[in-house]
């Protein structure tokens, strides 16, 4: 595709986003009787079962649920690497089943940030060319090493991801998906491959992300402690939202019974 077809599918995602009415803004998703079936032969599994929920921008957000209760599903949907098999997801007010393919690509590219249980660096690659591998490709990055400072890894900027522990690497990707300056980040089961001292490390990375700016983080775990740092606690059950909890008082990652 040519710059200037780059430019104008851009300009046209802006221009989409930006004219949603102003009340819906302060909501990065909602979603509306979202459902999602997968046919596997014979046989169908209903991942998802009508989903209402809404996730203000701004908030750290943890998701909860047994294996199979749909939270990867759901994280993968909005995230816009899956597709519903019906309802709606609306992204800042715009329905994402709108979109074409490729503006599909834009939106995650300018607005989601990634983060999985399995860090994906490239292992011939530093710290800092991993993370100026999405800067390169983004219209509104940040320094890389000012991500991996955020992190605190500024000073392994020139270190191989061989060079570097499981937490280590995990911040690096951490720093990778934020320093596009994403809306969202969407961490799945981010501290899964963790022990619980540098789990701690990659949670305070995730935090610091969310306040300094105000990034939208949506955390997929198992460990239910972990959701003693979130300002919603989003539970899952048999491909439906069961609860949603408001947490009052949040604690600091230090302060949690892993
Ligand atoms: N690509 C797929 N094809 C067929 N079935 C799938 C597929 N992906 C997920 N499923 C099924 O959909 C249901 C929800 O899976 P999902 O991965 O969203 O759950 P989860 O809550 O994230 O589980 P976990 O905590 O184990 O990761 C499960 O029954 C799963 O087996």
């Not at 909501?27 to 997968?38: A, C, E, G, M, P």
């Amino acid at each position: 595709m040519t710059h200037d077809a780059k430019q104008s599918l851009t300009q046209n995602f802006s221009e989409l986003t930006n004219s949603v009415n102003k009340a819906e803004t302060t909501y990065s998703f909602k979603t509306q009787r979202l459902k999602k079936i997968y046919l596997s032969g014979e046989t169908q599994v209903q991942a998802l079962r009508g989903v209402d929920i809404e996730i203000p921008s701004g908030e750290l957000v943890v998701m909860l649920g047994p294996s199979g209760s749909g939270k990867s599903t759901f994280l993968n949907i909005i995230g816009g690497l899956d597709q519903a098999s019906s309802g709606h997801v609306y992204f800042k007010g715009k329905d994402l089943a709108t979109l074409t393919s490729r503006e599909l690509t834009y939106y995650r590219r300018e607005n989601i940030g990634f983060v999985f249980q399995a860090y994906n660096l490239v292992p011939s690659l530093t710290a800092l060319e991993n993370v100026a591998l999405v800067t390169e490709i983004s219209p509104n990055p940040m320094d890389p090493l000012e991500a991996l400072s955020i992190v605190g890894l500024k000073e392994r900027a020139c270190h191989f991801p061989s060079q570097m522990s499981g937490g280590e690497q995990q911040r690096v990707a951490i720093a990778r998906a934020l320093a596009k300056q994403p809306e969202v980040m969407l961490c799945d089961e981010p501290t899964g491959a963790l022990d619980s001292e540098t789990g701690i490390v990659v949670l305070k990375a995730l935090m610091a992300v969310n306040e300094k700016y105000a990034t939208t983080c949506i955390i997929i775990t198992h460990n239910a402690s972990i959701a003693q740092l979130a300002h919603r606690v989003i539970h899952f059950a048999d491909g439906e939202v069961s609860k949603v909890v408001v947490n009052q008082q949040r604690k600091q990652p230090d302060d949690i019974d892993w």
